[in-house]
Structures are given as structure tokens and as C-alpha cells.
Nanobody
Framework: HVQLVESGGGLVQPGGSLRLSCVGS????????LAWFRQTPGQEREGIAA???????SYADSVKGRFTVSQDHAKNTLYLQMNGLKPEDTAMYYC???????????????????WGQGTQVTVS
């Protein structure tokens, strides 16, 4: 099965940047949607960005224009470049994967079956 491991979180000042990475293993020849989610204590897990096998991306309004999702198939790695960070971006960030059958990849957390352990991002 697919396993995902995030890294790159940390403490950053408002207006700063971070790049999160998510290394995957166990992918077969299937095609996948990969996505980033975030969650703060007591809140629902929020989908913020997704990318399909062909590189088509989608973003939540809260991060559009500031965050960029990308992938390197050769390295089995998903990235999230975060610029212009705000205190409200503070959260645990998770990557996730699901099989892709075409169409735009959404960020419905109930559809994603493989999850990483999370990496903490603190903007202060």
C-alpha cells in the first residue's frame, strides 16, 4: 500500500516561506491524486491543494496565489511551496493520496485513503 512521509515544517515569521515535501512509496502503475491538507486543534481537516498525475492543480481560496503544489515523479515526491505565510496558516500539514480516474482532483478528505503523519507549520 502507499506510504507517505512529510517533512519541511517549522517556525517561520509572518511573510516568510517554507517548502514542505512528501515522499511516497508503494505506488503501483495506477494514477493518483495527491493533495495537501491542514488541521488545527478542534477544527476540521481542510484540503488546501491537489494535483493529478498530469500536473493539473487546484487550490482552496485561502491559499490561492500564495501556495504552489508540485510533484517530481522520478523522486516520488510531492511539494508544497508556501509563500507569504500568515499566522492563520499555522497548522499540522498532511499529504494524502487516492486513485485518480480522471477529472479534477478534489480535496474531499473522506476520499483520500493514504495519509502521512503530518508536519507542523507555525507562523509567528
Amino acid at each position: 500500500h502507499v506510504q507517505l512521509v512529510e517533512s519541511g515544517g517549522g517556525l517561520v515569521q509572518p511573510g516568510g516561506s517554507l517548502r514542505l515535501s512528501c515522499v511516497g512509496s508503494g505506488f503501483k502503475d495506477d494514477r493518483y491524486c495527491l493533495a495537501w491538507f491542514r488541521q488545527t486543534p478542534g477544527q476540521e481537516r481542510e484540503g488546501i491543494a491537489a494535483i493529478d498525475n498530469d500536473g493539473t492543480t487546484s487550490y482552496a481560496d485561502s491559499v490561492k496565489g500564495r501556495f504552489t503544489v508540485s510533484q517530481d515523479h522520478a523522486k516520488n515526491t510531492l511539494y508544497l511551496q508556501m509563500n507569504g505565510l500568515k499566522p492563520e496558516d499555522t497548522a499540522m500539514y498532511y499529504c494524502a493520496a487516492k486513485l485518480w480516474y480522471g477529472g479534477t482532483c478534489n480535496t474531499d478528505k473522506y476520499e483520500y485513503v493514504s495519509w502521512g503523519q503530518g508536519t507542523q507549520v507555525t507562523v509567528s
